[in-house]
Protein backbone atom coordinates (compact mmCIF):
# COMPACT_ATOMS: atom_id res chain seq x y z
CA UNK A 1 0.00 0.00 0.00
CA UNK A 2 1.16 3.13 -0.81
CA UNK A 3 1.21 6.08 1.84
CA UNK A 4 0.01 9.86 1.14
CA UNK A 5 2.62 12.40 1.25
CA UNK A 6 2.92 14.01 4.09
CA UNK A 7 3.51 17.55 1.89
CA UNK A 8 0.37 17.53 -1.03
CA UNK A 9 0.70 19.64 -4.31
CA UNK A 10 -2.16 21.75 -2.83
CA UNK A 11 -2.03 23.90 -6.01
CA UNK A 12 -3.24 21.27 -8.73
CA UNK A 13 -5.80 19.60 -6.14
CA UNK A 14 -7.76 22.58 -5.96
CA UNK A 15 -7.90 23.21 -9.59
CA UNK A 16 -9.01 19.84 -10.38
CA UNK A 17 -11.36 20.17 -7.63
CA UNK A 18 -13.32 23.41 -9.78
CA UNK A 19 -13.37 21.07 -12.70
CA UNK A 20 -15.09 18.32 -11.26
CA UNK A 21 -17.23 20.95 -9.76
CA UNK A 22 -17.98 22.68 -13.09
CA UNK A 23 -18.77 19.77 -14.51
CA UNK A 24 -21.10 18.44 -11.85
CA UNK A 25 -23.25 21.53 -12.03
CA UNK A 26 -24.15 21.31 -15.72
CA UNK A 27 -26.12 18.27 -14.90
CA UNK A 28 -28.12 18.67 -11.43
CA UNK A 29 -32.08 19.83 -11.03
CA UNK A 30 -33.24 18.69 -14.76
CA UNK A 31 -32.30 21.47 -16.67
CA UNK A 32 -29.57 23.85 -15.65
CA UNK A 33 -32.13 27.14 -16.44
CA UNK A 34 -36.03 26.81 -16.38
CA UNK A 35 -37.82 28.02 -19.70
CA UNK A 36 -38.85 31.76 -19.85
CA UNK A 37 -42.61 30.49 -18.96
CA UNK A 38 -41.46 28.62 -16.41
CA UNK A 39 -39.61 31.80 -14.78
CA UNK A 40 -41.97 34.10 -15.39
CA UNK A 41 -44.80 32.39 -13.71
CA UNK A 42 -42.68 31.17 -10.37
CA UNK A 43 -41.27 34.79 -10.12
CA UNK A 44 -44.64 36.51 -10.59
CA UNK A 45 -46.33 34.17 -8.17
CA UNK A 46 -43.73 34.64 -5.38
CA UNK A 47 -44.29 30.69 -5.89
CA UNK A 48 -41.32 27.88 -6.41
CA UNK A 49 -41.94 24.78 -8.53
CA UNK A 50 -39.49 22.29 -8.26
CA UNK A 51 -38.49 19.16 -10.60
CA UNK A 52 -40.18 15.84 -9.84
CA UNK A 53 -38.74 13.97 -7.18
CA UNK A 54 -36.16 11.60 -8.51
CA UNK A 55 -34.32 10.22 -5.12
CA UNK A 56 -31.14 8.03 -5.62
CA UNK A 57 -30.82 4.20 -3.66
CA UNK A 58 -30.27 4.71 -0.14
CA UNK A 59 -26.22 3.99 1.65
CA UNK A 60 -25.80 -0.64 1.23
CA UNK A 61 -26.88 -1.87 4.05
CA UNK A 62 -23.89 -3.19 6.86
CA UNK A 63 -22.71 -6.63 5.26
CA UNK A 64 -22.38 -9.45 7.85
CA UNK A 65 -18.92 -9.73 9.03
CA UNK A 66 -18.42 -13.76 9.17
CA UNK A 67 -15.57 -14.88 10.67
CA UNK A 68 -12.66 -12.94 11.29
CA UNK A 69 -9.46 -14.06 11.15
CA UNK A 70 -6.99 -13.38 14.47
CA UNK A 71 -4.67 -10.24 13.85
CA UNK A 72 -0.98 -11.85 12.88
CA UNK A 73 0.03 -8.44 14.45
CA UNK A 74 -0.68 -7.61 17.60
CA UNK A 75 0.14 -4.03 19.75
CA UNK A 76 0.92 -3.16 23.21
CA UNK A 77 -0.63 -0.38 22.48
CA UNK A 78 -4.54 -0.32 22.05
CA UNK A 79 -6.06 2.06 19.42
CA UNK A 80 -7.19 5.31 21.48
CA UNK A 81 -9.65 7.38 19.47
CA UNK A 82 -11.31 10.58 20.70
CA UNK A 83 -14.24 11.92 19.64
CA UNK A 84 -14.44 16.15 19.68
CA UNK A 85 -18.39 16.51 18.87
CA UNK A 86 -21.09 18.98 19.94
CA UNK A 87 -23.37 18.70 22.80
CA UNK A 88 -23.76 21.91 23.14
CA UNK A 89 -23.65 25.25 21.24
CA UNK A 90 -25.15 26.14 17.46
CA UNK A 91 -24.42 22.71 16.23
CA UNK A 92 -25.59 20.49 18.95
CA UNK A 93 -27.95 18.94 16.87
CA UNK A 94 -25.79 17.31 15.16
CA UNK A 95 -23.92 15.61 18.30
CA UNK A 96 -25.84 12.78 18.98
CA UNK A 97 -26.23 11.12 15.55
CA UNK A 98 -22.88 12.03 14.85
CA UNK A 99 -21.38 10.06 18.20
CA UNK A 100 -23.94 7.25 17.33
CA UNK A 101 -22.21 6.83 14.56
CA UNK A 102 -19.09 6.48 16.21
CA UNK A 103 -20.43 4.04 19.21
CA UNK A 104 -21.70 1.62 16.60
CA UNK A 105 -18.38 1.54 14.56
CA UNK A 106 -16.42 1.18 17.83
CA UNK A 107 -19.39 -2.10 18.28
CA UNK A 108 -18.76 -3.60 15.04
CA UNK A 109 -14.96 -3.30 15.29
CA UNK A 110 -15.05 -4.83 18.81
CA UNK A 111 -16.94 -7.04 18.09
CA UNK A 112 -14.53 -8.34 14.78
CA UNK A 113 -12.24 -8.90 17.49
CA UNK A 114 -10.68 -4.79 17.00
CA UNK A 115 -7.99 -3.49 16.04
CA UNK A 116 -4.02 -5.40 15.89
CA UNK A 117 -5.74 -7.76 18.86
CA UNK A 118 -7.28 -5.22 21.52
CA UNK A 119 -10.16 -3.76 21.63
CA UNK A 120 -10.38 -0.12 20.31
CA UNK A 121 -10.99 2.40 23.48
CA UNK A 122 -12.82 5.58 22.70
CA UNK A 123 -13.58 8.62 24.68
CA UNK A 124 -15.89 11.67 24.06
CA UNK A 125 -15.54 15.11 25.12
CA UNK A 126 -17.89 18.52 23.62
CA UNK A 127 -16.48 20.44 21.07
CA UNK A 128 -19.07 23.48 21.77
CA UNK A 129 -18.57 26.13 19.22
CA UNK A 130 -16.66 28.91 18.25
CA UNK A 131 -18.26 31.13 21.30
CA UNK A 132 -15.88 29.22 23.92
CA UNK A 133 -13.35 27.69 24.61
CA UNK A 134 -14.29 24.49 24.90
CA UNK A 135 -12.62 22.59 21.89
CA UNK A 136 -9.39 23.28 23.06
CA UNK A 137 -10.09 22.07 26.55
CA UNK A 138 -11.55 18.94 25.03
CA UNK A 139 -8.57 18.26 22.79
CA UNK A 140 -6.00 18.95 25.54
CA UNK A 141 -7.86 16.23 27.74
CA UNK A 142 -7.74 13.91 24.84
CA UNK A 143 -4.37 14.19 23.97
CA UNK A 144 -3.14 13.36 27.49
CA UNK A 145 -5.09 10.30 27.03
CA UNK A 146 -3.11 9.24 24.79
CA UNK A 147 -5.40 9.38 21.49
CA UNK A 148 -4.07 8.47 18.04
CA UNK A 149 -6.71 9.76 16.15
CA UNK A 150 -9.93 12.19 16.84
CA UNK A 151 -13.31 12.43 15.12
CA UNK A 152 -14.43 15.66 14.45
CA UNK A 153 -15.03 18.85 15.17
CA UNK A 154 -18.84 19.24 13.76
CA UNK A 155 -18.07 22.50 12.91
CA UNK A 156 -15.31 23.99 10.33
CA UNK A 157 -15.22 27.20 12.70
CA UNK A 158 -14.62 25.27 15.73
CA UNK A 159 -11.82 22.83 13.77
CA UNK A 160 -9.64 25.92 12.47
CA UNK A 161 -9.03 26.48 16.27
CA UNK A 162 -7.96 22.97 16.78
CA UNK A 163 -6.27 21.62 14.00
CA UNK A 164 -2.69 22.62 14.28
CA UNK A 165 -2.92 21.51 18.12
CA UNK A 166 -4.06 17.86 16.98
CA UNK A 167 -1.83 17.53 14.23
CA UNK A 168 0.59 19.20 15.58
CA UNK A 169 1.04 16.44 18.19
CA UNK A 170 1.08 13.84 15.29
CA UNK A 171 -2.23 12.57 15.79
CA UNK A 172 -5.34 12.28 12.96
CA UNK A 173 -7.81 14.59 12.92
CA UNK A 174 -10.56 12.82 11.35
CA UNK A 175 -13.83 15.48 10.40
CA UNK A 176 -17.11 13.70 9.80
CA UNK A 177 -18.85 17.11 8.85
CA UNK A 178 -16.24 19.51 8.27
CA UNK A 179 -17.35 21.33 4.62
CA UNK A 180 -14.92 24.42 4.24
CA UNK A 181 -12.82 25.14 1.42
CA UNK A 182 -9.90 26.08 3.59
CA UNK A 183 -9.01 22.74 4.87
CA UNK A 184 -7.55 21.28 1.34
CA UNK A 185 -4.84 23.38 1.42
CA UNK A 186 -3.84 23.55 4.94
CA UNK A 187 -0.67 22.27 5.64
CA UNK A 188 -1.83 19.77 8.15
CA UNK A 189 1.53 17.58 7.83
CA UNK A 190 -1.09 15.26 6.14
CA UNK A 191 -2.57 14.35 9.36
CA UNK A 192 -6.56 15.84 8.30
CA UNK A 193 -8.85 13.55 6.61
CA UNK A 194 -12.55 13.99 6.16
CA UNK A 195 -15.64 11.98 4.69
CA UNK A 196 -17.51 15.21 4.10
CA UNK A 197 -17.03 16.56 1.04
CA UNK A 198 -16.07 20.45 0.77
CA UNK A 199 -18.65 22.88 0.11
CA UNK A 200 -17.96 22.96 -3.46
CA UNK A 201 -20.07 20.23 -4.42
CA UNK A 202 -23.34 21.44 -2.12
CA UNK A 203 -22.97 25.29 -3.08
CA UNK A 204 -23.01 23.81 -6.30
CA UNK A 205 -25.81 21.65 -5.66
CA UNK A 206 -27.69 24.25 -3.93
CA UNK A 207 -27.60 26.54 -6.29
CA UNK A 208 -28.57 24.83 -9.33
CA UNK A 209 -31.49 23.24 -7.56
CA UNK A 210 -32.86 26.64 -6.72
CA UNK A 211 -32.87 27.64 -10.71
CA UNK A 212 -34.42 24.50 -11.34
CA UNK A 213 -37.09 24.89 -9.34
CA UNK A 214 -38.23 28.54 -10.80
CA UNK A 215 -36.24 31.06 -9.05
CA UNK A 216 -34.43 33.86 -11.20
CA UNK A 217 -33.02 35.91 -8.33
CA UNK A 218 -31.61 34.98 -4.60
CA UNK A 219 -30.87 36.33 -1.11
CA UNK A 220 -28.78 35.19 1.02
CA UNK A 221 -28.31 35.30 4.72
CA UNK A 222 -25.52 33.99 5.83
CA UNK A 223 -22.96 33.37 8.95
CA UNK A 224 -19.89 35.32 9.34
CA UNK A 225 -17.61 32.54 9.41
CA UNK A 226 -15.61 30.31 7.53
CA UNK A 227 -18.02 27.82 7.01
CA UNK A 228 -21.00 30.27 5.73
CA UNK A 229 -19.02 32.81 3.64
CA UNK A 230 -17.26 29.88 2.10
CA UNK A 231 -20.82 28.03 0.94
CA UNK A 232 -22.40 31.41 0.33
CA UNK A 233 -19.47 32.32 -2.31
CA UNK A 234 -20.35 28.36 -4.21
CA UNK A 235 -23.80 28.78 -3.98
CA UNK A 236 -23.50 32.05 -5.33
CA UNK A 237 -21.20 31.09 -8.50
CA UNK A 238 -23.45 28.40 -9.29
CA UNK A 239 -26.81 30.22 -9.09
CA UNK A 240 -25.38 33.03 -11.19
CA UNK A 241 -23.41 30.79 -13.24
CA UNK A 242 -27.17 29.23 -13.89
CA UNK A 243 -28.84 32.45 -14.70
CA UNK A 244 -29.87 33.40 -11.33
CA UNK A 245 -28.86 37.07 -9.69
CA UNK A 246 -28.33 37.61 -5.96
CA UNK A 247 -30.07 40.54 -5.22
CA UNK A 248 -29.30 40.60 -1.41
CA UNK A 249 -26.64 39.19 1.08
CA UNK A 250 -27.01 39.91 4.68
CA UNK A 251 -23.94 38.31 7.58
CA UNK A 252 -24.70 37.90 11.01
CA UNK A 253 -21.63 37.11 13.95
CA UNK A 254 -21.72 33.47 15.86
CA UNK A 255 -23.48 34.60 19.28
CA UNK A 256 -25.89 36.88 17.63
CA UNK A 257 -29.82 36.53 18.89
CA UNK A 258 -31.18 39.58 16.56
CA UNK A 259 -31.68 39.44 13.12
CA UNK A 260 -34.34 41.79 12.40
CA UNK A 261 -32.00 43.83 10.45
CA UNK A 262 -30.78 41.23 8.02
CA UNK A 263 -34.55 39.35 7.38
CA UNK A 264 -35.71 43.05 6.67
CA UNK A 265 -33.14 44.03 4.04
CA UNK A 266 -33.55 40.21 2.64
CA UNK A 267 -37.54 41.09 2.13
CA UNK A 268 -36.91 44.34 0.88
CA UNK A 269 -34.89 42.67 -2.33
CA UNK A 270 -38.27 40.81 -3.41
CA UNK A 271 -36.19 37.32 -4.03
CA UNK A 272 -37.50 34.47 -5.49
CA UNK A 273 -35.82 31.96 -2.97
CA UNK A 274 -34.29 32.66 -0.34
CA UNK A 275 -30.38 30.97 1.13
CA UNK A 276 -30.41 30.57 4.51
CA UNK A 277 -26.80 29.86 5.63
CA UNK A 278 -26.96 29.05 9.31
CA UNK A 279 -26.41 26.70 12.40
CA UNK A 280 -29.29 26.92 15.07
CA UNK A 281 -29.80 30.59 14.63
CA UNK A 282 -31.90 28.93 11.41
CA UNK A 283 -34.79 28.38 14.24
CA UNK A 284 -34.73 32.57 14.80
CA UNK A 285 -34.24 33.42 11.19
CA UNK A 286 -37.01 31.56 10.00
CA UNK A 287 -39.84 32.34 11.60
CA UNK A 288 -39.04 36.04 10.93
CA UNK A 289 -38.95 35.74 7.22
CA UNK A 290 -42.13 34.03 7.13
CA UNK A 291 -44.15 36.70 9.57
CA UNK A 292 -42.57 38.80 6.25
CA UNK A 293 -44.65 37.21 3.82
CA UNK A 294 -42.17 34.92 2.57
CA UNK A 295 -43.11 31.36 1.73
CA UNK A 296 -41.76 28.20 2.77
CA UNK A 297 -41.41 26.83 -0.42
CA UNK A 298 -38.93 29.94 -1.08
CA UNK A 299 -36.35 28.45 1.77
CA UNK A 300 -33.48 26.84 0.69
CA UNK A 301 -31.48 25.55 3.60
CA UNK A 302 -28.11 24.36 3.94
CA UNK A 303 -26.73 20.95 6.23
CA UNK A 304 -26.08 23.53 8.93
CA UNK A 305 -29.84 24.12 10.11
CA UNK A 306 -31.67 20.71 7.97
CA UNK A 307 -33.05 19.30 11.06
CA UNK A 308 -36.46 18.03 12.38
CA UNK A 309 -38.29 21.28 13.21
CA UNK A 310 -41.36 19.60 14.68
CA UNK A 311 -40.59 20.67 18.18
CA UNK A 312 -39.83 23.75 17.17
CA UNK A 313 -42.57 24.96 14.92
CA UNK A 314 -46.28 24.47 14.31
CA UNK A 315 -47.21 22.29 11.98
CA UNK A 316 -47.36 23.18 8.43
CA UNK A 317 -44.47 25.95 8.85
CA UNK A 318 -42.00 24.08 7.09
CA UNK A 319 -43.91 22.56 4.06
CA UNK A 320 -42.11 22.83 0.58
CA UNK A 321 -39.00 24.54 2.22
CA UNK A 322 -36.11 22.88 0.72
CA UNK A 323 -32.04 22.01 1.88
CA UNK A 324 -29.11 20.28 0.44
CA UNK A 325 -27.27 17.87 3.13
CA UNK A 326 -23.62 15.72 1.99
CA UNK A 327 -23.67 12.11 2.25
CA UNK A 328 -26.47 9.27 1.10
CA UNK A 329 -29.17 8.61 2.84
CA UNK A 330 -29.33 6.44 5.45
CA UNK A 331 -30.78 2.80 4.92
CA UNK A 332 -33.25 1.34 7.39
CA UNK A 333 -30.93 -1.08 8.86
CA UNK A 334 -28.54 1.31 9.40
CA UNK A 335 -30.70 3.56 11.21
CA UNK A 336 -31.95 0.61 13.12
CA UNK A 337 -28.20 0.04 14.53
CA UNK A 338 -27.86 3.64 15.37
CA UNK A 339 -31.14 3.75 17.30
CA UNK A 340 -29.92 0.30 19.55
CA UNK A 341 -27.33 2.71 20.31
CA UNK A 342 -28.98 5.77 21.06
CA UNK A 343 -33.00 4.94 20.98
CA UNK A 344 -33.54 8.70 21.40
CA UNK A 345 -32.43 9.56 17.71
CA UNK A 346 -34.29 11.51 15.46
CA UNK A 347 -31.93 13.23 13.13
CA UNK A 348 -29.67 11.09 11.40
CA UNK A 349 -27.38 13.59 9.93
CA UNK A 350 -23.38 13.12 9.24
CA UNK A 351 -23.78 9.31 10.96
CA UNK A 352 -22.54 7.65 8.44
CA UNK A 353 -19.77 10.05 7.66
CA UNK A 354 -19.00 9.08 11.60
CA UNK A 355 -18.84 5.44 11.33
CA UNK A 356 -16.99 5.87 8.08
CA UNK A 357 -14.34 7.64 9.92
CA UNK A 358 -13.70 5.66 12.86
CA UNK A 359 -14.31 2.51 10.41
CA UNK A 360 -11.26 3.74 8.36
CA UNK A 361 -8.89 5.02 11.15
CA UNK A 362 -9.32 1.58 12.34
CA UNK A 363 -8.84 -0.53 8.73
CA UNK A 364 -5.77 2.05 8.58
CA UNK A 365 -4.47 1.02 11.74
CA UNK A 366 -4.41 -2.75 10.74
CA UNK A 367 -2.83 -1.45 7.55
CA UNK A 368 -0.19 0.09 9.27
CA UNK A 369 0.03 -2.23 11.94
CA UNK A 370 0.07 0.46 14.54
CA UNK A 371 -1.61 2.57 16.35
CA UNK A 372 0.48 5.53 15.84
CA UNK A 373 -1.37 8.75 14.48
CA UNK A 374 1.48 9.42 12.03
CA UNK A 375 1.01 5.36 11.20
CA UNK A 376 -2.53 5.39 10.63
CA UNK A 377 -2.26 8.79 8.39
CA UNK A 378 0.01 7.17 6.02
CA UNK A 379 -2.56 4.43 4.97
CA UNK A 380 -5.75 6.49 5.15
CA UNK A 381 -5.95 7.09 1.23
CA UNK A 382 -4.63 3.64 0.52
CA UNK A 383 -7.54 1.50 2.34
CA UNK A 384 -9.93 3.73 0.30
CA UNK A 385 -9.39 2.93 -3.29
CA UNK A 386 -7.35 0.63 -5.45
CA UNK A 387 -8.25 -2.35 -3.76
CA UNK A 388 -10.72 -5.21 -3.67
CA UNK A 389 -14.46 -3.20 -2.56
CA UNK A 390 -15.64 -3.85 1.01
CA UNK A 391 -17.91 -2.20 2.97
CA UNK A 392 -17.64 -2.97 6.85
CA UNK A 393 -14.67 -3.26 9.52
CA UNK A 394 -15.03 -7.09 9.56
CA UNK A 395 -15.77 -7.39 5.46
CA UNK A 396 -12.31 -5.39 4.99
CA UNK A 397 -9.97 -6.44 7.92
CA UNK A 398 -10.73 -9.92 6.87
CA UNK A 399 -9.16 -9.06 3.49
CA UNK A 400 -6.48 -6.82 5.13
CA UNK A 401 -5.37 -9.94 6.98
CA UNK A 402 -5.34 -12.00 4.16
CA UNK A 403 -2.78 -9.71 2.55
CA UNK A 404 -5.51 -7.94 0.21
CA UNK A 405 -5.52 -4.19 -0.92
CA UNK A 406 -8.94 -2.87 -0.19
CA UNK A 407 -11.38 -0.09 -1.20
CA UNK A 408 -13.22 0.62 1.99
CA UNK A 409 -16.94 2.55 0.70
CA UNK A 410 -19.48 2.97 3.97
CA UNK A 411 -22.43 4.46 4.62
CA UNK A 412 -21.76 7.81 3.49
CA UNK A 413 -21.31 6.62 0.23
CA UNK A 414 -17.40 6.37 -2.05
CA UNK A 415 -15.17 7.29 0.19
CA UNK A 416 -11.54 7.20 -2.38
CA UNK A 417 -9.79 10.15 -0.44
CA UNK A 418 -7.44 12.35 -2.69
CA UNK A 419 -3.73 13.74 -1.59
CA UNK A 420 -5.68 16.53 0.40
CA UNK A 421 -7.39 13.85 2.74
CA UNK A 422 -11.46 15.18 1.10
CA UNK A 423 -13.12 12.60 -0.34
CA UNK A 424 -12.24 12.75 -4.09
CA UNK A 425 -16.49 12.07 -4.87
CA UNK A 426 -19.53 12.38 -2.78
CA UNK A 427 -23.21 12.53 -2.90
CA UNK A 428 -25.30 15.63 -1.97
CA UNK A 429 -29.10 15.25 -0.96
CA UNK A 430 -31.31 17.44 -1.96
CA UNK A 431 -34.27 17.54 0.48
CA UNK A 432 -37.97 19.10 1.40
CA UNK A 433 -40.25 18.96 4.07
CA UNK A 434 -43.20 18.25 4.37
CA UNK A 435 -46.50 18.98 6.84
CA UNK A 436 -44.72 17.51 9.62
CA UNK A 437 -42.17 19.89 9.67
CA UNK A 438 -39.67 16.73 8.53
CA UNK A 439 -37.61 16.69 5.79
CA UNK A 440 -37.88 13.94 3.25
CA UNK A 441 -35.18 12.78 0.44
CA UNK A 442 -36.17 14.06 -3.12
CA UNK A 443 -32.79 13.40 -5.06
CA UNK A 444 -29.28 12.79 -4.77
CA UNK A 445 -26.89 14.14 -6.53
CA UNK A 446 -23.26 12.84 -7.22
CA UNK A 447 -20.56 14.56 -7.88
CA UNK A 448 -15.97 13.71 -8.56
CA UNK A 449 -14.62 16.37 -6.88
Known amino acids: MIPRSPVAPRIAKLTALGVGVAFLATACGGTSTPSSTETTTAAASGAIACPAPAAGAPAPEIPAAGTVPASTTTTETPL ?86 ITGAGVVQFSPANTSLDFTTWDDKGLYWRTAPSDLLQGSVLGNYAVSCGAQTMGMIVLNDSYGTGLAKTVKSSFEGAGGKIVAEQLFNT ?48 DGNLKDYSKD ?23 KSLLAIDPSLTDYSYAGESWDATNLVALAAEAAKSTKGVDIAAQLQAVSKDGEKCFSFGQCVTLIREGKDIDYDGQSGPVTFADSGDPSEATIGVYEYSADNKYKLVKEEFGKL
Do not use: W
Open 80 to 165: KIGSLLPSTGSLAFLGPPEIAGVNLAIKDINDAGGVLGKPVEVSHLDSGDTTTDVATQSVTNLLGQGVSAIIGAASSGVSKTVINQ
Open 255 to 302: GDTQFNTQVDAIVAAKPDAIGVITFDEGKSIIPLLLGKGIKPEQLFLV
Open 313 to 335: FAAGTMTGAHGTLPGTSAGDAFK
